[in-house]
């Protein structure tokens, strides 16, 4: 999330340098900040990065640093009550508790039995050594995604008479869902905390750009025609709750 910007002026575009960290003292503390330049960017700004747990200062290649941080300082008030906002990392470990499509699962490691990971109720059983756990379990949750998401996508695309030509399920920090220029439709593979409707949605809204590749009138009719239930229930879900699914795992 943007806020306010400081416009200047560049010619050409050298290469830029790699995102340095900064602090702003704000009230006795340290806020961290990190700043990168931008080819594209004609102000300077300041947004979140939710997935990576950060404040991002952007700025023009030939902006001067100082005047960077300068803006940066103006706004230390708004950094440090986003910082302070930035939901807590839940990482997957033995006892940790994840939403699997909603329903709360608890994390049992168990190093002596054989396999990968299983369900047992409303536990999920990851086999093997400990430093394997996260890994595992996380394959495992990208699968269940594809899982779910792989039958849906192929039912929706029959309807409007498209066809998907492959479902990728990546880490993706900054979109839920992408539809390629070639058919192939991608999902986030953190929607596996979500409720089972706000996938199907994410599928409706991807499959509807197999044939509209805008947002416009004539697209939301089909997300919502090829939505199971109600699309605003999940889309407003989704806006309330995405940038929490970001925590799991990390």
């Known amino acids: 999330m943007a806020v306010r910007s400081l416009l200047i002026r560049s010619a050409t575009k050298p ?47 030939r902006m001067p640093l100082n005047v960077a941080l300068r803006f940066a300082e103006t706004q230390a008030g708004w950094i440090a009550a986003r910082l302070k906002r930035l939901p807590p990392r839940r990482p997957f470990v033995d006892g940790a508790e994840v939403p699997l499509f909603g329903l709360t699962h608890c994390i049992r490691h168990r190093p002596e039995a054989r396999g990968t990971v299983w369900l047992e109720g409303r536990e999920i059983h990851v086999a093997g050594r400990a430093e394997h756990l996260a890994r595992r379990l996380r ?66 809204h991807e499959v509807a750009h197999l044939v509209h590749k805008n947002h416009g009138p004539r697209f939301w009719a089909m997300a919502e025609r090829l939505c199971e239930g109600p699309m605003a229930a999940p889309r407003a879900w989704l806006r309330a709750n995405g940038e929490a699914l970001l925590q799991y795992g990390a």
């Open 139 to 204: 394959d495992w949750l990208t699968a269940e995604v594809r899982r779910r998401a792989t039958p849906l996508a192929h039912a929706k695309a029959q309807r409007v008479e498209r066809s998907v030509k492959r479902i990728s399920v990546r880490d993706s920090r900054t979109r839920w869902g992408s539809c390629g220029p070639d058919g192939g439709l991608s999902f986030s593979w953190r929607l596996v905390f979500a409720p089972p409707e706000v996938l199907d949605y994410l599928v409706a």
């Open 15 to 61: 290469a830029l340098p790699p995102p340095e960290e900064l602090a702003i003292d704000h009230a006795g503390a340290s806020l961290p900040v990190t700043f990168v330049r931008s080819g594209r960017a004609r102000r300077v700004s300041l947004r979140v990065d939710s997935a990576r747990r950060r404040i991002l200062l952007t700025a023009p290649i």
